[in-house]
């Protein structure tokens, strides 16, 4: 059994689509960090760094094991079952590099930008500007990968995947609404769509409920 700590987040929807991908089976306690409730005690002594997501493998062979930080959770979970993550090779590499591009880039600019340009209590131009066009940047790159292959890590779904995609839909919802020449971007929308419609997204994207 796991133990899945996470909200309503971009980074706390990708644990819980990783979860129903792989089939395992799994508790979920809502951490709402609107009311401060990543900073509780018995939540720190999970995730130090007080965000979310955090899991607790209750079934890992020396006992009870925390993860935290969602790259590590998506590696962890995908080399305990060995699926979505190539055990060697290429195929590895890229799955690794495109979920810490992710993790690295896209979620903290995208992160960035959707509060300077949409939750700051005075939007600053500067910001807007600066974050707006790195999150194009990147969305770019992602495009031109997209272009060449089906998945972020080449013929097959994996962590990348899993990774990016609540990041992708947020990043494209707040330049769509700050920018009215939205970037056209067909790979990646199409690769949303693919990605969007599997029945293990569409259940994570639910969780938690609140």
Partial sequence: MI?????????????????????????????????????????LAISPNNKIPAIVDQD????????????AILVYLAEKTGR????????????L???????????PMAGQLNYF????????ELAVDRFGDEVRRLLGVMEGRLEKVPYLAGEAYSI???ASYAWTAAALETLEK???????LPAVRGWLKTV??????????????V
């Fill in 117 to 124: 340009a949409l939750r700051a209590p005075e939007p600053l």
């Fill in 3 to 43: 133990d899945l700590y996470t909200w309503t987040t971009p980074n706390g929807r990708k644990i819980p689509i990783m979860l129903e991908e792989l089939g395992l089976a799994y508790r979920v306690h809502p951490v709402d960090i609107g009311q401060n409730q990543q900073f509780a005690p018995d939540f």
């Fill in 60 to 71: 890992a062979p020396g006992g009870p094991q925390p993860v935290f930080e969602s790259g």
């Fill in 97 to 107: 590099e495109w979920t810490f591009w992710q993790v690295g880039g896209l979620g």
């Fill in 160 to 162: 990348a995947d899993i």
């Fill in 178 to 184: 700050i920018q009215p020449d939205r970037p056209p």
């Fill in 196 to 209: 969007g419609e599997r029945p293990a997204v569409v259940r994570g994207m639910a969780v938690p409920k």
């Fill in 84 to 95: 979505l993550l190539a055990a060697s090779g290429p195929a590895r590499v890229a799955a």
